[in-house]
């Protein structure tokens, strides 16, 4: 089992920036692909970012791309999602999510591709 954490979510004006982490229990962290997602109130969840167990592979979706950027510590057992520019539309809570895969260059876009998920916090954006 897999205790994940998220923290740094907030108000912020447009344009403003958050940083958000996400501590994970886990004695291997570096097994674990993980990911970031949010859910909007009202709306599916939906993709944000993910990051492949070594780091190599980021992949974000298409309207967060050049905004956001996706990191992970392995000694701190920590993922990050460094938010900029930030829009109303990024207003919703955003969870991260830990994926036990084989491949350390792999990084799910899917929410069935993960196996652990945090409480979520709440990032909400002003106009």
């Known amino acids: 089992q897999v205790q994940l954490v998220e923290s740094g979510g907030g108000l912020v004006q447009a344009g403003g920036s958050l940083r958000l982490s996400c501590v994970a229990s886990?004695?291997?962290?570096?097994?674990?692909?993980m990911g970031w997602f949010r859910q909007a109130p009202g709306k599916e969840h939906e993709f944000v970012a993910a990051i492949s167990r070594d780091g190599s592979t980021k992949l974000y979706a298409d309207s967060m791309k050049g905004r956001f950027t996706i990191s992970r510590d392995n000694a701190k057992n920590t993922a990050s999602l460094q938010m900029n520019n930030l829009k109303p539309e990024d207003t919703a809570v955003y969870y991260c999510a830990a994926a036990g895969i084989a491949y350390v260059s792999l990084a799910p876009r899917q929410r069935q591709g993960y196996d652990y998920w945090g409480q979520g916090t709440q990032v909400t954006v002003s106009s």
């Open positions: 886990a004695q291997t962290f570096s097994n674990y692909a």
